[in-house]
């Protein structure tokens, strides 16, 4: 036993023992060295479960970001206590951003373009109070162009209700502002009263001629019930 015992603690790198070491030392010697290579087999085990997560979670971060590309869609997260901010590329072209940029602040990546930048950043601060959100505004690119933005995603609060993380996702919606726009053009050159309403019956709109004939202002038929 006295052999083996040493034979294992020079494989482990311990200490080799006398050749007269007790049996019941030897044995606790040989106990503890059995118990010392599961702990070390354990530990790489988990160390190769590790990598192979982090691996994993790496691919899966580069697919949702080559689809959101392929999409066109902005992803951006904002750490409000640090004010860190990170988004991907599409994201930073979304914004009107010239040149590479991957971080930088809310306030900059955010409203940095947007027309009425301060009034926008509070009006987005007051609708991330709300676990979800859906904020629209529009920005002005670096060269020029108007484009309408739409932000959208979900917010971690801590107990008193502050945001401490917000995620989201930024479409452009310039198309669908600029066909609702000659949609609500049309509607409002009709000859004829049109009335637009809910599934509780409430006027969500209402025309021109929709106002005259009911004798209301022009808008003032909406929320009418």
């Not at 702990?39 to 790489?44: A, D, P, V």
């Not at 930073?92 to 930088?104: E, K």
């Amino acid at each position: 036993l006295t052999m083996i015992a040493s034979t294992v603690t020079i494989v482990l790198g311990l200490p080799r023992l006398p050749l007269g070491t007790s049996p019941s030392s030897v044995i606790m010697v040989v106990l503890l060295s059995v118990l010392l290579v599961r702990e070390l087999q354990r530990g790489r085990r988990m160390d190769s479960l590790l990598r192979e997560s982090e691996l994993s979670h790496l691919r899966t971060r580069r697919e949702l970001e080559l689809a959101a590309n392929a999409a066109h869609l902005g992803l951006w997260q904002w750490d409000v206590a640090t004010d860190a901010f990170a988004q991907n590329e599409t994201n930073h072209v979304l914004l009107g951003h010239a040149g590479a940029g991957a971080g930088g602040t809310a306030t900059g990546g955010l409203f940095g373009n947007a027309e009425f930048g301060k009034e926008e950043e509070r009006a987005f601060r007051d609708a991330i109070r709300q676990q979800a959100y859906e904020f629209e505004y529009r920005i002005r690119r670096s060269d020029g162009e108007r484009r309408w933005i739409l932000l959208r995603g979900s917010v971690e609060h801590d107990p008193l209700g502050n945001p401490l993380l917000v995620r989201g996702v930024t479409l452009d919606v310039t198309r669908r502002k600029e066909q609702a726009d000659v949609l609500r053009t049309l509607l409002e050159a009709a000859p004829s009263g049109l009335l637009v309403l809910d599934e509780a019956g409430t006027v969500r709109y209402a025309n021109v001629e929709a106002a005259r004939t009911f004798g209301y202002q022009q808008g003032g038929l909406a929320g009418v019930h």
